[in-house]
């Protein structure tokens, strides 16, 4: 959406040098004073900005027409898939000691419950005496999550194991 507010911005500033200082004064003292955001947050402000820039110009009726048409293709993209990851698609962090041979060692736990599973990396923690292990994972219909969970943990000794959205928040 931040290129049709741009794009308006552009167009109600056009040969107007004054205005086009002003907003861009404007613009960097919101982006760079406000508490940093996620893009809708900054795409809110921008569109806010640039209906009160057409309805300080008398350009009331473009400002109207504008948000909604924004409104109307916001509503479409997030009613939409577009965008949105693979919901089967987790991250499962294993934690094994410096000593543990962890190549195969989770190879028939994962194949029990996962339909694919990959080690995407390994990186040392706790001063080089553990091993975090990533893994991307697709769960297999039905399975448990708890009883996984339990069967790696009998594997790594009790160490910390965690499974979440591949490239999001934590879940469990």
């Known amino acids: ?11 109600l500033v056009n040969g107007n040098i004054g205005a086009g200082i002003t907003v861009m004064g404007v613009f960097n003292l919101v982006r760079f004073r406000s508490i940093p ?9 921008f569109l806010a900005m640039a209906v009160g820039l057409a309805t300080g110009m008398g350009f009331v009726l473009l400002a109207v027409l ?7 293709a916001n509503v479409v993209y997030v009613l939409s898939p577009f965008g ?13 000691p410096e000593d543990f041979e962890y190549e195969n060692a989770f190879d028939t736990v994962l194949a029990r419950y996962t339909k694919e599973h990959e080690l995407v990396s390994v990186e040392t ?27 790696i943990r009998c594997h790594n000794g009790n160490l910390k194991v965690s499974l979440g ?8």
């Open 1 to 11: 959406m931040l290129p049709v507010i741009v794009q308006m911005v552009i167009m």
């Open 37 to 45: 955001g996620s893009a809708k947050d900054i795409g809110s402000v």
């Open 66 to 72: 504008f948000v909604a048409i924004v409104a109307v």
């Open 84 to 96: 949105r990851g693979n919901a089967e698609e987790k991250r499962l962090r294993i934690t094994v």
């Open 125 to 151: 923690s706790n001063m080089g005496s553990l091993y975090q292990l990533e893994y991307k994972v697709k769960l297999e219909e039905g399975a448990g999550q708890k009883r996984f969970l339990d069967e």
């Open 165 to 172: 959205l591949y490239g999001g928040r934590e879940v469990l």
